[in-house]
């Protein structure tokens, strides 16, 4: 065709290979894809019965027939225009055959073929799908019900594994930890891992151990600001021929050779001697400035080494020997106890017909694994297979992928594309690992890369290269098909200066050297007593930043967006996005929009069941259940539903029947103030009236009647974010209809469940307040906005914390095996002052493997996150302190990314550290005195401390002292504890 292009055309018509296309971001994979299946009708004489394509989303598998039914159809209307009956006739079979074409996700796909093959997969072919929360309701059931079980009446060597755990582990942990493996569920790993011997487990992990030490030196080395230090030190020492050069060749040798797995044990002790400056003569040092900075440098150095002294320390490995292989028995313990539950809940899912998810992979894989005449009829019938978005593959679909096609895996049955640098959801269990492999499996015909990018202008994609190339591995730069329109630099850099130093600012100082010294922060940004955090301070006013940074883009008459228009046309609120690594604070960026006064639409949002006014309903549902229950009738009575002052809730909690007998006696009641005993008198009449219904009412029906008495939607229309609570009410009687219509939950199962949901908090979205489609700016997750464009991205919170590491205690490692973390009683005991049940070694092993993998995850979604955009980018961060005078680097938080911006661009002069990119972004630092006024740009490299005089005229408007201050705070289930005193 004369519009593709050479990549594509190569992609679309090479046959006698099997190929794994890399196609980068914005580089029309989706077209590929598309064009490829049409080929395989067209050129192949294939019929939609014998392809399958697999998407990653319905939305995307919608998107994929649609764009082939025109395709289809376009032929169809040729061959009708050529007078070509028998190419009319095939083209319009093929129209027809293609609503039944197999074009879905991998979990449609395997419903349909455990559906079609159901006798041999022992299930029965009308079973169920749970959805996520039903899911996750019948597991937890399910092993609550069974571990009592197998404890108390099984004779099943798990049940003695289960009594060992018992003697290390609380209940209510071992209850979390098994949720936690049947997540990661991998039974044949598991029976292998519970073959071996507690000495070849200790002796497997000896050796990943002995290979992480070499990836954890290049591992800090990008991404420890103590050792970038010494990397950027040493090739100003090496210009000296003096001793200052030999310290550079000493420590750049000693480096190298920590970096090499064959390393000697005493290396980093001889590092940490070299890391020093005693000895130099004075007269070596060309000014105090180099030999401070140098002093100061290495200090910091020779503390990241202490702490970081273990990883290299495989004496470790035979003094902890004995407690190593303790680990090594109690993660069989664990194994062994998850493994009997995993069977017994495959057993009980047979008989109740219900499958989740990942039942519906690992039953597939099963079926066309161990059954060889369904595998060989489905190689038959399946000529082509065509995978999307394969970076995103787990282990169990790889097994899977690979089963149907057969020996034909390299030979031209797949075709298959992914992108290496967007493989975000490692989170869900992808191993981006399996695509890199799979691509190398091929012959050399048959990788092939897109690089063209269609989607953003060519200032932004010289950006995009210049950052990640030298820390994405295999990077194959992006070229522009467009070019960049007007002279004006299409990337920014937006830094917030907070004001001088305050309170909040030796708070934030102290976090910063609590990270420094290696210690886990207390707490990113949370609140501490009754003021907040510093880092949510920061977030306000970077969150006002952005904000007035919209206003000017949006009032700007200028015809700036081009896209892919031929004409430029002004900027419109639906142009712009907000993105976010997490959704955990957007509702700062939300107020601060609504305190600007611009629309906006929050897509999704995952923090669902932290909201409040589900706080409330569950209060309310609690005290109907029982009134005696003090602590939920005092949420219920003091929220918008029953609106009774803390001073007469403190009244009636006196009562010597508790807040339940005040509630109901008048003569008590006489104590309050006369408007109050009015409200009492009703919400005590209300709360019986409910009572009486609980029986008798549908739980939808009862929840729509307590919202009618209470007029509780009203109320909340009055709070701050009104119609977003508003829209969530709604969903949660939503939600309460669907469990009711599931025939599984009453009132008190219903309470129960969302009790449950509050306290685990999954990722279930907020309710939409205005159509998708709107002219709104848009705030959504990076991970919600794969696969999207827009013409303008914000990348907010910048420099925020990023939270990693695992919390339960046992997990399943697919490169380590199964990892235990000490009991919690032991992890808050003084060191020494107890021996420990078992080695943490293994389990510290573990988190520095997770730290190289999230790191490496950390990048590619800042990756996803820049090529999303099209026309301008702007990333935007809050100093943690005012720039001193002379000072060459930015006060930001460190996180991978801003450890990634810093060691490739100057960030407070926006120059690319590179020569060789001749690249420069635009800055501006905005005052948080000065909002209001238009910002300081320094893109010609003036420092904000020493140009005063390229501060804009305007006036400064003071910022607010509060954006909004009924937003910030946390859910409460009381919304203020009236017993706290």
Not at 243 to 263: I, N, V
Not at 479 to 497: K, Q
Not at 502 to 527: C, F, L
Request: with cysteine.
């Amino acid at each position: 065709m004369s519009g593709w292009t050479e990549q594509q055309r190569e992609a679309i018509t090479r046959r006698n290979t099997s190929v794994v296309l890399s196609a980068g971001a914005g580089c029309g994979k989706t077209f590929v894809l598309t064009q490829r299946y049409v080929s395989h009708l067209e050129s192949d004489g294939a019929t939609p019965r014998q392809i399958v394509a697999i998407t990653f989303t319905e939305r995307a598998a919608r998107e994929m027939r649609e764009r082939i039914r025109r395709e289809l159809r376009q032929r169809w209307q040729q061959s009708w225009q050529q007078n070509d009956p028998q190419a009319f006739a095939r083209w319009q079979t093929l129209l027809l055959e293609l609503e039944q074409a197999q074009i879905t996700t991998i979990h449609a796909f395997c419903s349909a073929l455990l559906r079609r093959y159901a006798i041999p997969a022992g299930l029965d072919p009308s079973f169920t799908v749970l959805d996520e929360l039903q899911a996750v309701t019948w597991q937890q059931e399910h092993i609550r019900e069974t571990l009592p079980r197998l404890l108390l009446h099984s004779q099943a060597s798990a049940a003695e594994s289960l009594r060992q755990l018992l003697h290390y582990f609380s209940y209510s942990e071992l209850l979390r930890a098994i949720e936690g493996l049947l997540a990661q569920e991998d039974c044949p790993a598991w029976e292998e891992w519970l073959r071996r011997s507690p000495e070849e487990i200790v002796e497997f992990w000896r050796e990943q151990a002995v290979h992480l030490r070499s990836l954890w030196v290049r591992h800090l080395r990008r991404t420890d600001p103590r050792w970038v230090a010494v990397e950027r030190l040493l090739p100003r020492l090496a210009v000296h021929s003096n001793s200052l050069g030999r310290l550079a060749q000493t420590l750049g040798q000693l480096l190298k050779e920590l970096s090499q797995p064959s390393a000697s044990p005493d290396t980093l002790d001889r590092l940490r001697e070299a890391a020093r400056i005693q000895g130099i003569p004075r007269k070596d040092w060309p000014d105090d400035t180099l030999k401070e900075q140098t002093k100061t440098i290495l200090a910091d150095f020779r503390e990241a080494l202490k702490r970081d002294a273990e990883t290299f320390d495989s004496q470790l490995w035979q003094t902890e020997a004995e407690g190593i292989l303790q680990a090594a028995r109690i993660s069989q313990h664990w194994l062994a106890v998850a493994l009997w539950v995993a069977k017994d809940a495959h057993r009980r899912k047979s008989q109740d017909d219900a499958l989740s998810f990942q039942d519906l992979l690992l039953r597939c894989r099963d079926l066309v694994r161990d059954h060889p005449n369904i595998r060989k009829e489905l190689q038959d019938q399946y000529r082509f297979l065509l995978l999307d978005e394969l970076q995103d593959t787990d282990p169990v679909q790889m097994e899977l992928i690979k089963c149907l096609c057969g020996d034909q895996l390299t030979s031209g049955k797949l075709f298959a594309v992914g992108d290496h640098k967007q493989s975000i959801y490692r989170f869900r269990g992808a191993e981006v690992e399996l695509f890199l492999q799979l691509r190398q499996q091929m012959p050399p015909e048959g990788r092939l890369d897109l690089t063209r990018n269609f989607r953003s202008q060519a200032g932004v994609l010289h950006f995009v290269n210049a950052l990640f190339r030298q820390h994405l591995s295999e990077y194959v730069p992006l070229e522009a098909h467009r070019r960049t329109e007007g002279s004006e630099v299409p990337v920014e850099f937006l830094w917030v200066v907070p004001a001088v130093a305050d309170q909040a600012e030796g708070k934030a100082e102290s976090k910063e050297q609590e990270e420094e010294a290696g210690k886990k922060p207390s707490e990113e940004g949370e609140e501490d007593g009754e003021h907040e955090g510093p880092a949510r301070q920061r977030r306000r006013l970077e969150a006002a930043a952005v904000a007035q940074r919209i206003q000017e883009l949006l009032a700007d008459p200028t015809p700036r967006l081009w896209g892919r228009d031929t004409q430029p046309r002004r900027l419109r609120p639906r142009d712009i996005v907000l993105l976010f690594r997490a959704m955990t604070h957007v509702d700062i960026y939300e107020a601060a929009l609504q305190e600007a006064g611009i629309d906006y639409y929050l897509v999704g949002g995952w923090a669902f069941f932290a909201q409040q006014e589900i706080y409330d309903i569950l209060n309310v549902v609690r005290a109907i259940e029982n009134p005696h229950d003090s602590i939920p009738l005092a949420g219920a009575l003091r929220s918008p539903l029953l609106q009774v002052s803390d001073d007469s809730l403190a009244i009636l909690a006196q009562h010597r029947d508790g807040l339940w007998g005040g509630l109901r006696d008048a003569a008590w009641q006489q104590q309050l103030p006369a408007a109050e005993q009015e409200v009492v008198r009703r919400a005590a009449r209300l709360l019986q009236q409910w009572q009486r219904q609980k029986d008798r009412l549908p739980l939808a029906r009862l929840l729509g009647q307590i919202v009618a008495d209470t007029a509780y939607d009203a109320a909340l229309q009055f709070e701050p974010l009104g119609e977003r609570k508003l829209a969530n009410l709604w969903k949660i009687l939503d939600l309460a209809r669907e469990f009711e219509q599931g025939g599984l939950f009453g009132l008190h199962e219903f309470a129960d469940r969302l009790q449950d949901l509050i306290a685990r908090q999954p990722k279930e979205e907020q309710a939409a307040t205005v159509p998708e489609e709107a002219d709104v700016v848009r705030l959504m997750s990076i991970h919600q906005a794969k696969g999207l464009e827009f013409p303008v991205v914000f990348l907010p919170d910048l420099a925020g914390a990023r939270r990693s590491g695992w919390t339960a205690p046992v997990r399943w490692h697919r490169t380590l095996g199964c990892l235990v973390q000490l009991p919690s009683e032991w992890k808050m005991l003084p060191e020494g002052q107890e021996t420990l049940p078992f080695s943490p070694l293994p389990c510290q092993l573990g988190q520095k493997w997770d730290a190289l993998a999230d790191t490496e995850e950390e990048w590619r979604i800042f990756y996803v996150a820049c090529t999303r955009a099209a026309d301008r980018l702007i990333l935007s961060a809050a100093l943690q302190r005012p720039l001193e005078p002379h000072e060459s680097t930015l006060p930001l938080q460190h996180n991978p990314w801003t450890l990634l911006l810093e060691d490739r661009f100057d960030l407070i002069h926006g120059v690319c550290r590179d020569p060789a990119e001749s690249l420069q972004v635009r800055v501006r630092f905005v005052e948080a005195r000065q909002l209001t006024a238009s910002p300081l740009d320094i893109t010609a490299g003036t420092h904000p401390n020493s140009a005063t005089e390229a501060r804009s005229e305007i006036p400064a408007r003071g910022m607010p002292a509060e954006i909004n201050p009924n937003v910030a705070t946390e859910p409460n289930p009381l919304r203020t504890d009236p017993f706290a005193s």
